[in-house]
């Protein structure tokens, strides 16, 4: 359990560097290591003619020599893609890409999340070889499909794999498998996206058909929408390629031409302004993670494909009111997960489980628990004589989820995943077992001080519309290069109201009577104990707010800490 918050500058600022810039964003390139003006010139550009070329990743010449075939032959092409937003983007980016190219015999598959699970399953493969597929792409799986492999041959199906995910020591037996992160390729690019390898795929055809004189339609940059929501959402990181491409994708992506895309801005207030990573991945993309994780009737990749505008609308109303059903089942979950952990208190972990759990939003519960408990929770619904749960570990949790299942393994029946984020399934008869072997487990606590990195500290007055621009200007933010947190002391409250969910929302101002808005989402328990007139430091993000036609500067408080 964590008993403390220590705040801490994360880097030692080299020397600042005069840029025409606020000297507030000076001190934070200088924190993040910027030492030149030509350093940050660079680094603001992003030029897309600077990637390297698809034909660095190995195999790329096997893949595009029987994608040619195909092409020639007018063979029936499978594209097979994962069900998270980097598999569902990368598919609509490979099945629209190919068409564009020229491919007339193109189909696509996804597995189901909740009742095929995630991989290039091998039960398909002999129902693909009957609808006539001779060659399967797939795109953000397949490196370790070693089974569905070996079925692609019994059946005389070649196979292409297209994935970033990190291979065993002998990959699957396939016709090519191109994949940045194997021992053999030298490319460099193993910071890419699934979908990011897809797209490669589709810029080495674009190169061999333009070699042969061959015409098409497709343009790389009408992939780009789709693209950055699989950069941001799989969270790899934002350097070299990742970065130019995230950066002309989220240009793109405010102005998409896909129809399903532009019904669902319009419906969450993102239609003619300039948007951020974070309203992609924080605002935008969960609409779209609720789909697969109920598993009904709309998918995200029937919104990214259509294109008939009537189909669309229908579409986009189907996903919110999707949207809408998951945020009830999750809520409701969360309500019963906290009173059935209100018996156990006292336990270094959360675990509970009931059968009116949504399989589709345990994960989501568990992350919640998790973050509000600040110890390792374990949220499992009931199905029958088994419980399928999801395992969350808060950020400042020491250890490793699946070091915990390692030591209670006797008591489950599989277990898989990361350090912060993992499943399991074990038998009813075994829940007790299984909680006393958590308890001793987590009896000692890993962690008595959560320790929260900032970037520099700043005044309330340097916290502008300036520095904010400037800010737009170095984006985009994510994961290699964080969205700016800043240090803000000294501050007095001036008025403090209780949105809906609990969130907060405080009016503050510094000893030069500087005024700002701040909002608390999920806020910790002690901001409970704010009041008129408090005294406070706070950890924040800079951004907009964009309100009835109207753009001001506000402060998303990451932490709170109050004076005494």
């Known amino acids: 359990m964590i008993l403390s918050r220590e705040w801490q500058l ?16 000076n001190r934070l390139l200088a924190s993040r290591g910027f030492s030149s003006e030509e350093m940050v010139r660079d680094f603001i550009s992003s030029s897309l003619r600077h990637m390297k070329s698809p034909y660095a990743l190995k195999d790329m010449e096997l893949a595009v020599k029987r994608l040619r075939q195909a092409f020639e032959n007018d063979e029936s092409v499978l594209v097979y893609g994962d069900f998270d937003l980097d598999g569902s ?43 006539g597929v001779n060659l ?30 990190l291979p065993k020591e002998t990959l699957p037996d396939a016709y090519a498998v191109i994949n940045p992160n194997r021992s053999d390729c030298d490319s460099g690019l193993g910071y890419f996206c699934g979908a990011g390898v897809g797209y490669y795929l589709l810029l080495a055809l674009k190169m061999k058909w333009a070699e042969l004189g061959t015409p098409h339609s497709w343009d790389p940059k009408s992939s780009l929408d789709l693209l950055v929501v699989a950069i941001l959402t799989d969270m ?5 390629e990742n970065r130019a491409l995230a950066k002309h994708g989220i240009a793109h992506f405010q102005n998409t031409k896909r129809p399903a895309l532009q019904y669902l801005l319009k419906s969450l207030n993102m239609i003619g302004r300039p948007l951020s990573g974070q309203d992609i991945a924080i605002g935008f993309a969960p609409k779209l993670n609720a789909l697969s994780r109920l598993e009904q009737d709309v998918l995200p990749i029937d919104l990214f494909l259509e294109k008939d505008i009537s189909k669309a609308a229908k579409l986009t109303h189907q996903a919110i009111q999707m949207n809408d059903s998951r945020k009830d089942l999750q809520s409701e979950a969360e309500e019963e997960a906290r009173s059935l952990h209100s018996i156990n208190q006292d336990q270094g972990f ?4 009931s ?19 600040q110890v390792p929770s374990f949220v499992a619904t009931l199905a029958g004589d088994k419980l399928v749960g999801s395992a969350r570990a808060p950020n400042s949790y020491g250890g490793s989820l699946l070091d915990i299942f390692e030591k209670v393994s006797m008591h489950l029946d599989s277990f898989g995943g990361h350090k912060a984020a993992a499943g399991f399934q074990l038998k009813l008869e075994n829940t007790e077992a299984f909680r006393n072997a958590l308890t001793k487990v987590l009896k000692d606590p890993i962690n008595t001080t959560q320790k929260v990195e900032y970037d520099i500290e700043a005044s309330l007055s340097e916290l502008n519309e300036d520095a904010l621009d400037a800010l737009d200007l170095i984006g985009p933010y994510g994961t290699g290069f964080p969205v700016p947190l800043f240090f803000v002391k000294n501050l007095q409250v001036t008025s403090k109201t209780v949105m809906r969910g609990e969130h907060i929302r405080l009016q503050v101002q510094d000893k030069s009577s500087n005024r700002k808005t701040v909002l608390l989402f999920s806020p910790p328990p002690h901001a409970k104990e704010i009041g008129e007139g408090q005294e406070i430091d706070l950890l924040v993000e800079l951004q907009w707010n964009y309100y009835n036609g109207r753009k001001s500067t506000q402060l998303l408080a990451k932490d709170i800490r109050l004076r005494i």
């Open 10 to 25: 994360k880097n030692t600022p080299v020397e600042d560097v005069l840029l025409p810039f606020p000297l507030l964003i």
């Open 236 to 240: 790899v990181p934002l350097k070299n």
């Open 136 to 165: 399967i792409v797939t795109v953000d799986l397949g490196i370790t499909a070693m089974e569905a492999a070996l079925e692609c041959k019994q059946q005389g199906i070649d196979l292409i794999i297209t994935d970033n995910h």
């Open 355 to 373: 059968e009116n759990f949504h399989k589709g939003v345990i994960g989501l519960v568990a992350t919640k628990l998790s973050q509000e408990y």
């Open 89 to 131: 983007s990368g598919l609509a980016i490979l099945v629209d890409g190919l068409k564009d190219l020229g491919f007339s015999n193109i189909s696509y598959f996804q597995p189901k999340r909740l009742s095929d699970g995630y991989g290039l399953h091998a039960k398909f493969i002999e129902t693909f070889k009957k609808q």
């Open 350 to 353: 959360v675990f509970v489980y």
